[in-house]
């Protein structure tokens, strides 16, 4: 069976914040939200709303993995009524930059300070209800207004696509119109509220191969972390290490080195976009 494909946007509601390596006393975030985390965001709404005694959140998520593929979600901001994205890119000359949809470009320290806004947090000692000494941080988040313009501050939103084999599971998926995503969803963060999905035929702009066992993307950039093939690479960019809970299986899941969002070759490569989210270079 072929696969279809839909491109959705969802609005901000509240700051976000997806954990990365902190630096000191600061908790930073990653400007994207990954394709495993967006998966454990709908298998919850999912599971949630075909509860009977407890929500089976095991079989849901695979079912999940099974019938559908995800994509990393981008920040995007309202353009003449449209929504542009912006996507990671790595220049050799200058490093990661972020471009839009429509050619704009900026380079990460300007592009984060856009974006990105800051909060105090830390823990409580139970005994006096005071700051627990060496805890307090700062913990960078995901705006959900636009800050070069603070006289009218305008919205942000998360851009990505999903892949589907069974219409049936578009219809499981209509109805959720809002998702938690991310860190602190039980102190109100995270909140993203879906405005528009349509069915679409490219992905960011690039071909896309709908007809084999997993869809395949066409691109220069890689816009997901991306396991190396074997051999030598053409690809250029960062590199990273994944890793994170996974209960099922029994705890800490780590993965292997990967290419990082941004990360490019110098022609037009093939990438089977894979059941967690992340991509293989063919």
Known sequence: ????LYRWVWRLKSPVHIGAAPAGMLNRT??????????????????????TNFPDYQQIGEKLQREAR?????????????WQVW??????????????????????????MRLLITRPGTAIEPESDTAAEGTLREFELISP????????????????????????LLQELEPIQTLWVGGDIRYGLGRLDRVAWESADSFFGEKVDLRGEE????????LAHTRP????????????????WDMPTG?????????????????????????EGLWVMQ
């Open 145 to 168: 207004y636009w800050w070069d313009d603070r006289v009218s501050p305008r919205p942000v939103a998360l851009v990505g696509y999903i892949f589907y084999k069974d219409a049936a």
């Open 229 to 244: 093939p074997g051999g030598s690479t053409s690809l250029v960019g960062a590199m990273e290490c994944l890793g994170g």
């Open 30 to 51: 990653r400007l994207y939200v990954p394709a495993r985390t967006l998966w454990g965001a709908l298998t919850a709404e999912l599971a949630r709303a075909k509860v």
């Open 87 to 112: 996507l990671p890119l790595y220049q050799e000359d200058t490093g990661l930059v972020w471009e839009r949809e429509d050619g704009k470009v900026e380079v990460e320290r300007r592009f984060r």
């Open 70 to 82: 995800l994509s990393y979600l981008y920040p995007a901001e309202e353009i003449d009524g449209k």
């Open 1 to 4: 069976m072929s696969w279809s």
């Open 251 to 275: 705890g800490m899941k780590t993965q292997d080195l990967t290419w990082a969002p941004g990360s490019r070759s110098k022609g037009a490569c093939n990438f089977v976009v894979q059941k």
């Open 215 to 222: 869809p395949e993307i066409q691109t220069s950039r890689v």
